[in-house]
């Protein structure tokens, strides 16, 4: 929408305020104020009713059938567009940019145009390029923009406006920074939310970055990881459409963690998303049993990936001499021919398609034969074997199976193309040569496989070399259950036998389709808490998606896992090499300085040689510490977690423990969580208990568990420290 903007020389929401925190009525900023909140009620009011009128028309198209493969797909495009304008509806309209040349833009969940085939622009999608001066304007640097304008509201109201001059009158650290300390005020539910309103400049050039490469994010606790890769996912699929048909992988820590941020991408009207744990990647496998982290470290490695290469070659039939039987007489297929056709079918093909194309192969190398010994036959014939003729009249009744005007062998006893066609034909689909070929080739299984692998001391030594005795033997004796570790395993052994069948094409929810296929290759792959991976867990990231187009978000100091990498150099080395983007979010918005202050001891203990994420917020509360007997840890946490709740009503509260403790406090009241650190990564409280901190260092890695566990609040931390 284009009309001529109306600035004041004031800033609407700033200055004086009543004890409700607005400006008075009776001042001027209070009347601007209120002349502000109608004008752009007044623009809400008739973006909804747009948006209405174009869900409406699109819920009509949708309700016809749809004939053919073309209207399928249009209908998928049309529903797509339909649940976006659908789950548009809250903060449909959030913020405003007023240019220097007097056009005014109105930013939105959703682009939308006025009514008729040649309408203006209504509202801008906050994805498109246009509207990136709403997030990356500043004073020294306005990109053509007078006044940036946040418009809060509630359901289809209007509550409030905050303007930010980009004239240099006025001068913030952070963009919209009333919009955004309202937002990291307001109470937890437990459920990450949409930040496309409140999104900062750092933020905002990752989000909008090339995807052409792996590009990893370091940020620490409280920058905004997370919420960056999932907008940069919606931005990806505003900005590559065809990225939506391959679908995006997200991969997460944990259950509960996909839990979290469950309705963030759906909000902003993305469907085309699987979410995932490196746990749950393999369709049917799940996890049966923990493990210790020596074996977990062992077998992360990325020794494991050419180990099993060599494994899975190993299986492979060796080249021989192959006699086979066609139709009551027997054909040799010579050594030699065999192995060409062996090398050929191999290259470049997972195990089960490399004996497809083997078998092909070999159907039209026995036709020939075939072909061949008709031919010597013939020519034995034509040099007067009068008892050779018998065999050939016998092999042509055979082999005859055409009617009408003689040819090929109907003439000369030689086969036409046709006829040597249809002979290939038939070969392929014989029973007996499929069996032929299965029993020299076999099918194979991933889990059988792995499981002689790794229960096998001398095959672990031959295709493991750089695994020691002890390493041997503590692998060999684990039980048979799968543990997290065996997942990357299994599902590289999968990937180099490949899949038996052809997969079927993807129907109407490529997402669900994607979920269900492993070798799924996605348009684009999001990692979370990527610190944690191992390097054969990479390996299953990079598996599925080729093209590479991976953002990975995490904290090196946070990591807790058993690998020895401790930095994110030597975390992606096995699978990218030196070929990825290093990005860095150094802000912390949602932790409060006052916790922040106490993370730097802690860090300096845990190794790092990063400075934390500079803080930015205040909450007023000082962290408090309780000291307290063992004996009385479960009485103490009760109490203190009752007394959280009732200070945050309305919000969350978190425990967090050391993962010895966490039996003792199951009776800490209603529905707060109680975890170990490593639990706790990326989850975020209105308030945090943390339990015997000093117990948490002493686990593996333990400094880099307590840094999780002191910053997962967005306002109070307190600590009970056990005597």
């Given at each position: 929408?284009?009309?001529?903007?109306?600035?004041?020389?004031?800033?609407?929401?700033?200055?004086?305020?009543?004890?409700?925190?607005?400006?008075?009525?009776?001042?001027?900023?209070?009347?601007?104020?209120?002349?502000?909140?109608?004008?752009?009620?007044?623009?809400?009011?008739?973006?909804?009713a747009?948006?209405?009128?174009?869900?409406?028309?699109?819920?009509?198209?949708?309700?016809?059938?749809?004939?053919?493969?073309?209207?399928?797909?249009?209908?998928?495009?049309?529903?797509?567009?339909?649940?976006?304008?659908?789950?548009?509806?809250?903060?449909?309209?959030?913020?405003?940019?007023?240019?220097?040349?007097?056009?005014?833009?109105?930013?939105?969940?959703?682009?939308?145009?006025?009514?008729?085939?040649?309408?203006?622009?209504?509202?801008?999608?906050?994805?498109?390029?246009?509207?990136?001066?709403?997030?990356?304007?500043?004073?020294?640097?306005?990109?053509?923009?007078?006044?940036?304008?946040?418009?809060?509201?509630a359901?289809?109201?209007?509550?409030?406006?905050?303007?930010?001059?980009?004239?240099?009158?006025?001068?913030?650290?952070?963009?919209?920074?009333?919009?955004?300390?309202?937002?990291l005020?307001?109470?937890?539910?437990?459920?990450?939310?949409?930040?496309?309103?409140t999104?900062?400049?750092?933020?905002?050039?990752?989000?909008?970055?090339?995807?052409?490469?792996?590009?990893?994010?370091?940020?620490?606790?409280g920058?905004?990881?997370?919420?960056?890769?999932?907008?940069?996912?919606?931005?990806?699929l505003?900005?590559?459409?065809?990225?939506?048909?391959?679908?995006?992988?997200?991969?997460?820590?944990?259950?509960?963690?996909?839990?979290?941020i469950?309705?963030?991408?759906?909000?902003?009207?993305?469907?085309?998303?699987?979410?995932?744990?490196?746990d749950?990647?393999?369709p049917?496998?799940?996890?049966?049993?923990?493990?210790?982290?020596?074996?977990?470290?062992?077998?992360?490695?990325?020794?494991?990936?050419?180990?099993?290469?060599?494994?899975?070659?190993?299986?492979?039939?060796?080249?021989?001499?192959?006699?086979?039987?066609?139709?009551?007489?027997?054909?040799?297929?010579?050594?030699?021919?065999?192995?060409?056709?062996?090398?050929?079918?191999?290259?470049?093909?997972?195990?089960?398609?490399?004996?497809?194309?083997?078998?092909?192969?070999?159907?039209?190398?026995?036709?020939?034969?075939?072909?061949?010994?008709?031919?010597?036959?013939?020519?034995?014939?034509?040099?007067?074997?009068?008892?050779?003729?018998?065999?050939?009249?016998?092999?042509?009744?055979?082999?005859?199976?055409?009617?009408?005007?003689?040819?090929?062998?109907?003439?000369?006893?030689?086969?036409?193309?046709?006829?040597?066609?249809?002979?290939?034909?038939?070969?392929?689909?014989?029973?007996?040569?499929?069996r032929?070929?299965?029993?020299?080739?076999?099918?194979?299984?991933?889990?059988?496989?792995?499981?002689?692998?790794?229960?096998?001391?001398?095959?672990?030594?031959?295709?493991?070399?750089?695994?020691?005795?002890?390493?041997?033997?503590?692998?060999?004796?684990?039980?048979?259950?799968?543990?997290?570790?065996?997942?990357?395993?299994?599902?590289?052994?999968?990937?180099?036998?490949?899949?038996?069948?052809?997969?079927?094409?993807?129907?109407?929810?490529?997402?669900?389709?994607?979920?269900?296929?492993?070798?799924?290759?996605?348009?684009?792959?999001?990692?979370?808490?990527?610190?944690?991976l191992?390097?054969?867990?990479?390996?299953?990231?990079?598996?599925?998606?080729?093209?590479?187009?991976?953002?990975?978000?995490?904290?090196?100091?946070?990591?807790?896992?058993?690998?020895?990498?401790?930095?994110?150099?030597?975390?992606?080395?096995?699978?990218?090499?030196?070929?990825?983007?290093a990005?860095?979010?150094?802000?912390?918005?949602?932790?409060?300085?006052?916790?922040?202050?106490?993370?730097?001891?802690?860090?300096?203990?845990?190794?790092?040689?990063?400075?934390?994420?500079?803080?930015?917020?205040?909450?007023?509360?000082?962290?408090?510490?309780?000291?307290?007997?063992?004996?009385?840890?479960?009485?103490?946490?009760?109490?203190?977690?009752?007394?959280?709740?009732?200070?945050?009503y309305?919000?969350?509260?978190?425990?967090?423990?050391?993962?010895?403790?966490?039996?003792?406090?199951?009776?800490?009241?209603?529905?707060?969580?109680?975890?170990?650190?490593?639990?706790?990564?990326?989850?975020?409280?209105?308030?945090?208990?943390?339990?015997?901190?000093?117990?948490?260092a002493?686990?593996?890695?333990?400094?880099?568990?307590?840094?999780?566990?002191?910053?997962?609040?967005?306002?109070?931390?307190?600590?009970?420290v056990?005597?």
């Amino acid at each position: 929408m284009r009309r001529n903007s109306a600035l004041d020389n004031g800033t609407v929401g700033v200055g004086k305020t009543a004890t409700n925190g607005e400006p008075p009525a009776s001042t001027a900023e209070g009347v601007a104020r209120r002349s502000a909140v109608a004008e752009e009620q007044e623009f809400l009011d008739s973006a909804m009713a747009r948006r209405d009128r174009l869900a409406d028309h699109l819920q009509a198209e949708l309700s016809s059938a749809a004939l053919d493969a073309l209207e399928r797909a249009r209908r998928r495009m049309l529903r797509q567009q339909y649940e976006e304008l659908r789950r548009a509806g809250d903060g449909l309209v959030f913020g405003r940019l007023d240019g220097l040349d007097g056009l005014v833009r109105h930013i939105g969940r959703v682009g939308l145009r006025d009514d008729g085939e040649d309408g203006e622009p209504l509202l801008m999608d906050w994805r498109a390029p246009a509207a990136r001066p709403f997030y990356t304007a500043t004073a020294v640097d306005p990109q053509g923009q007078a006044r940036r304008r946040h418009i809060r509201t509630a359901g289809p109201v209007v509550v409030g406006v905050d303007d930010e001059p980009l004239d240099g009158t006025m001068t913030a650290e952070l963009v919209g920074e009333g919009a955004l300390l309202a937002a990291l005020d307001q109470r937890r539910t437990g459920r990450m939310s949409t930040a496309i309103s409140t999104l900062q400049r750092e933020q905002d050039d990752i989000i909008r970055a090339e995807a052409s490469g792996p590009l990893i994010v370091q940020g620490g606790p409280g920058t905004g990881k997370t919420v960056v890769a999932l907008h940069r996912v919606a931005y990806l699929l505003f900005a590559h459409p065809k990225m939506a048909e391959q679908a995006v992988l997200v991969l997460g820590p944990s259950p509960r963690f996909l839990q979290y941020i469950a309705q963030v991408l759906p909000a902003l009207g993305e469907t085309a998303v699987v979410s995932a744990t490196c746990d749950t990647l393999l369709p049917g496998i799940r996890v049966g049993r923990d493990e210790s982290r020596l074996l977990a470290e062992i077998k992360g490695r990325a020794l494991w990936q050419p180990a099993l290469e060599n494994y899975i070659t190993s299986l492979l039939p060796r080249p021989r001499e192959l006699k086979l039987r066609w139709e009551g007489e027997f054909y040799v297929i010579p050594a030699a021919t065999v192995a060409q056709a062996l090398a050929s079918a191999v290259q470049g093909r997972p195990h089960h398609r490399a004996r497809q194309a083997f078998a092909e192969q070999l159907h039209h190398i026995l036709a020939e034969v075939v072909v061949e010994q008709r031919e010597a036959l013939m020519n034995e014939m034509e040099e007067g074997f009068e008892d050779i003729l018998a065999r050939v009249d016998k092999s042509m009744q055979q082999d005859h199976h055409f009617g009408g005007r003689p040819t090929g062998s109907d003439v000369d006893g030689l086969l036409s193309e046709e006829e040597v066609e249809d002979l290939r034909g038939r070969i392929a689909e014989n029973a007996a040569i499929a069996r032929f070929i299965e029993a020299w080739w076999p099918t194979l299984d991933a889990e059988a496989l792995l499981r002689d692998l790794l229960t096998d001391r001398t095959q672990l030594g031959r295709f493991a070399p750089q695994l020691s005795t002890e390493e041997i033997t503590a692998v060999s004796a684990e039980p048979a259950p799968w543990a997290s570790s065996d997942i990357p395993l299994l599902d590289a052994v999968a990937d180099l036998l490949g899949e038996v069948e052809a997969p079927q094409p993807p129907g109407d929810f490529v997402a669900d389709h994607a979920r269900r296929q492993r070798d799924w290759a996605y348009g684009h792959v999001v990692v979370d808490e990527a610190q944690e991976l191992s390097e054969m867990q990479w390996q299953m990231v990079l598996r599925r998606c080729p093209s590479r187009s991976i953002t990975a978000v995490g904290d090196i100091d946070q990591a807790e896992a058993a690998h020895r990498h401790t930095s994110w150099a030597q975390a992606v080395q096995a699978a990218f090499g030196d070929r990825w983007t290093a990005a860095e979010l150094t802000i912390c918005y949602r932790t409060p300085v006052e916790v922040m202050d106490l993370t730097g001891p802690v860090l300096k203990k845990a190794g790092s040689h990063n400075a934390p994420p500079r803080a930015v917020r205040s909450s007023g509360i000082a962290p408090w510490v309780l000291t307290i007997a063992p004996a009385e840890l479960a009485g103490a946490a009760a109490q203190a977690v009752r007394q959280l709740q009732q200070r945050w009503y309305g919000g969350t509260v978190g425990v967090i423990a050391p993962a010895d403790r966490i039996a003792e406090l199951r009776h800490v009241p209603g529905d707060v969580p109680v975890l170990t650190a490593t639990q706790s990564k990326g989850l975020e409280w209105d308030a945090t208990l943390l339990i015997d901190p000093r117990g948490i260092a002493a686990e593996p890695r333990g400094w880099n568990g307590l840094y999780v566990a002191l910053t997962r609040c967005t306002q109070e931390l307190g600590q009970l420290v056990l005597t």
